[in-house]
């Protein structure tokens, strides 16, 4: 028996991502040039489709439901595809100017890479980038300073998160730094609210250890000094490991530190051709580092 297949409306997916992402019926129908009973009645119809409640029932604020979150997921990758499709059928010109924030608290060399190749193919997109800490960037995505931000978090899946990865942070020390069991462990972190510095002194704290800390700054660099200086230990994911460092092991006193997720942030409904490119760089460029790294680890 043949299987029947249920096709998904890219303008009801458009609607309900839109929705989400607005988190308004009204300001929906304006974006989409609808009107409010319209919006409703579209996602009434995609929910009787998929079969499944995508929406709660709150009339004070959009909730997703379970469903309806692991279909917003898909909705973004189906609509990114589909309008890259017709912006390059329509050999669509990229222009104007682009917000995009990378995370001073994560390696950003990585994506100024990806963003430099888009930009010298792209010369007549302006482009403006700002480097912050992760919350200040999704504070300011929130507002539509930003058309895009870069940014850990850890809360998945999260409104405008369009995709995220996992690293393993590991500790890292000079390589010829001792460790005193008998004394604090020198931490080196960013300031308080910074998630590589909670999943170290979580994991010290379930250990039992004392810690201190000895180096605090808001940039990576730096504590990448201080680490080479041997003024410490800290967490680093494996982009932003340098020559002159060594990592710790449980062995050593330091446990296994949980991951932390890295995602891209925007909003479908205001995101034009030169934004969806460049999300397609991204995208395509994060998921060959991740094919690599698990080839290696293989």
Same mark, same amino acid.
């Given at each position: 028996m043949m299987r029947r297949f249920t096709n998904l409306q890219t303008d009801l997916l458009r609607t309900f991502v839109t929705v989400v992402d607005l988190r308004n019926f009204t300001e929906t129908g304006r974006a989409l040039g609808r009107t409010q009973p319209a919006i409703s009645?579209?996602?009434?119809?995609?929910?009787?489709?998929?079969?499944?409640?995508?929406?709660?029932?709150?009339?004070?604020?959009?909730?997703?439901?379970?469903?309806g979150q692991v279909l917003l997921e898909?909705?973004?990758?189906?609509?990114?595809?589909?309008?890259?499709?017709?912006?390059?059928?329509?050999?669509?010109?990229?222009l104007g100017t682009l917000s995009i924030g990378l995370p001073i608290d994560y390696s950003i060399e990585f994506f100024q890479k990806i963003i430099g190749e888009f930009s010298h193919a792209n010369p007549q997109v302006l482009l403006d980038i700002r480097c912050n800490r992760s919350r200040e960037l999704l504070a300011a995505l929130h507002v539509d300073d930003l058309d895009m931000a870069i940014c850990i978090t850890d809360v998945v899946p999260a409104p405008d998160l369009s995709f995220y990865w996992?690293?393993?942070?590991?500790?890292?020390?000079?390589?010829?730094?001792?460790?005193?069991?008998?004394?604090?462990?020198?931490?080196?972190?960013?300031?308080?609210?910074? =998630?590589?510095?909670?999943?170290?002194?979580?994991a010290l704290n379930i250990? !039992?250890?004392?810690?201190?800390?000895? =180096?605090?700054?808001?940039?990576?660099?730096?504590?990448?000094?201080?680490?080479?200086? !041997?003024?410490?230990?800290?967490?680093?994911?494996?982009?932003?490991l340098l020559p002159g460092m060594r990592i710790l092991s449980?062995?050593?006193?330091?446990?296994?530190?949980?991951?932390?997720?890295?995602?891209?942030?925007?909003?479908?409904?205001?995101?034009?051709?030169?934004?969806?490119?460049?999300?397609?760089?991204?995208?395509?460029?994060?998921?060959? =580092?991740?094919?690599?790294?698990?080839?290696?680890?293989?």
């Open positions: 009645l579209q996602i009434k119809r995609l929910e009787e489709v998929t079969g499944v409640k995508l929406l709660g029932d709150s009339r004070k604020k959009i909730e997703l439901t379970a469903d898909y909705a973004r990758e189906i609509l990114r595809l589909n309008d890259r499709a017709v912006a390059n059928l329509q050999r669509a010109k990229l996992s690293e393993p942070p590991v500790w890292a020390c000079a390589a010829d730094y001792r460790v005193d069991p008998n004394t604090p462990v020198r931490i080196i972190a960013h300031p308080e609210g910074c =998630f590589y510095r909670k999943r170290m002194t979580d250990e !039992g250890r004392e810690w201190r800390v000895a =180096f605090e700054s808001p940039g990576i660099s730096a504590l990448q000094k201080a680490v080479v200086a !041997g003024m410490g230990v800290t967490a680093l994911t494996s982009k932003t449980p062995i050593e006193g330091f446990p296994k530190l949980a991951n932390i997720h890295i995602g891209l942030f925007y909003k479908h409904i205001k995101m034009s051709d030169a934004a969806l490119k460049l999300i397609e760089q991204i995208t395509d460029g994060v998921s060959a =580092f991740q094919s690599l790294t698990h080839a290696r680890a293989t």
